[in-house]
């Protein structure tokens, strides 16, 4: 896999990701928290399988 995600758009997905995941222990109990894995996962592997079929890289040469 083929980095296609940058530092600033990683960073952001993580802080998304954790908290929408921690919605599961602070928000009404619900399993809908566990979305929140998704943009975790994205921003920690920095890669985006929607961004290939979109056309977006928001990676820059030099983060690979």
């Not at 758009?9 to 993580?14: E, K, T, V």
């Not at 995941?21 to 602070?26: E, Q």
């Amino acid at each position: 896999m083929k980095k296609n995600i940058g530092s600033v758009d990683s960073i952001l997905r993580i802080i998304v990701g954790l908290f929408v995941l921690s919605l599961i222990f602070w928000g009404p109990k619900s399993l809908w928290g566990l979305v929140g894995l998704v943009p975790l996962f994205t921003g920690i592997f920095r890669y985006c399988p929607l961004y290939p079929v979109l056309g977006i890289n928001t990676c820059c040469k030099k983060d690979h």
